[in-house]
């Protein structure tokens, strides 16, 4: 009883959810965890870049994927630049590679500001369900020990990362910005970032602009938003306009609680448990000073996200009373 008096939304609109594939589920859960490491022959052949580095006697330049390699095992293991250099050199020198030089720190942190991160291609069945949110993630500021001891005031700065996730929990589009930036205006640029058909919008009341309903719709998707208490119809008869009064006039008819329901408002949990897989596997910080440091650092997190639900996701399915 006491938690049901404590929940946010009412046992009576809060559908229950069954997982159908368990056993596939737990085996891909184990599969996240195994530290079975290898060199494929074309990590192995590509090691080196072909470029040259230009400086007689200078350091041998290391591939894209020597370097991405090294700072995906940092991000999976959460260790710091130095830490990475030798436990790269461990593994290389275990599995038989230990002529294969190994990226300095110094290399890893000046490669990091430029790395191209290539993105697998995520299969859509169909149009994309794009589910949007943002979070933030701190980044080095002066901490409240510090603060204590010089008797100054703690300094907490971030980054707000923001993702769009497909039903699936896919990460298809994100973008790292300053923590000022609105969430509504990088709608746009999430948008370019899928090029699959979309077929419907779903975001918190951050996103209740007309702007945003005007982008989307272009993309022929639905907009499944919450409009802000208080909301007003907008006087514009052009698509996005309507598409925003009829959701004011449902909720105004209906309620709150109701039009979510009806509008299946509530997979937005999808990118909210994003966030939660992301903070609570690979950490709530960003390591890097330099912005373009930071951006290398989430773009290989969200690799590694996808790669970790490609080996196992919940199949949930809504129980029908």
Do not use: C
Not at 87 to 111: A, E, Y
Not at 195 to 212: E, K, L, Q
């Amino acid at each position: 009883m006491g938690a049901a008096k404590s929940s946010l939304v009412h046992p009576r609109y809060k559908a229950e959810y069954r997982v159908r594939n368990w056993r596939e589920y737990e085996a891909g859960l184990r599969a996240r965890g195994d530290v079975t490491i290898w060199f494929s022959k074309r990590a192995v052949a590509n090691w080196i870049s072909t470029r040259s580095s230009g400086a007689p006697g200078g350091q041998q330049l290391y591939s894209n994927l020597a370097i991405e390699t090294a700072l995906t095992l940092r991000t999976v293991f959460g260790l710091p630049l130095r830490q990475t250099e030798g436990f790269v050199g461990s593994l290389l020198s275990m599995l038989g590679f230990g002529d294969l030089p190994v990226p300095d720190h110094t290399t890893l942190s000046r490669r990091a500001k430029s790395l191209p991160i290539k993105f697998p291609r995520i299969p859509a069945n169909g149009a994309v369900h794009l589910i949007v949110d943002s979070s933030g993630l701190q980044i080095r500021g002066q901490g409240p020990w510090s603060a204590a001891k010089h008797g100054s005031r703690a300094i907490r700065e971030w980054r707000k990362l923001h993702l769009g996730v497909d039903e699936q929990g896919f990460v298809v589009a994100h973008r790292l910005t300053e923590s000022t930036v609105d969430d509504a205006s990088v709608v746009p640029e999430l948008l370019k970032q899928v090029r699959d058909p979309i077929r419907r919008f779903t975001a918190d009341g951050a996103y209740d602009t007309t702007a945003v309903y005007d982008v989307v719709t272009r993309r022929g998707a639905e907009v499944v938003v919450p409009p802000v208490k208080n909301a007003r119809v907008s006087k514009g008869d052009d698509p996005g306009a309507r598409a925003r009064n009829s959701t004011v006039e449902s909720v105004d008819q209906v309620g709150r609680r109701n039009w979510k329901k009806s509008a299946g408002y509530h997979q937005q949990a999808r990118v909210e448990n994003t966030f939660y897989r992301y903070k609570s596997i690979l950490g709530g910080r960003l390591r890097g000073r330099h912005v373009d440091v930071q951006l290398t650092e989430a773009r290989i997190a969200i690799k590694v996200l996808n790669r970790m639900l490609e080996l196992g996701a919940p199949r949930s399915e809504a129980i029908l009373n």
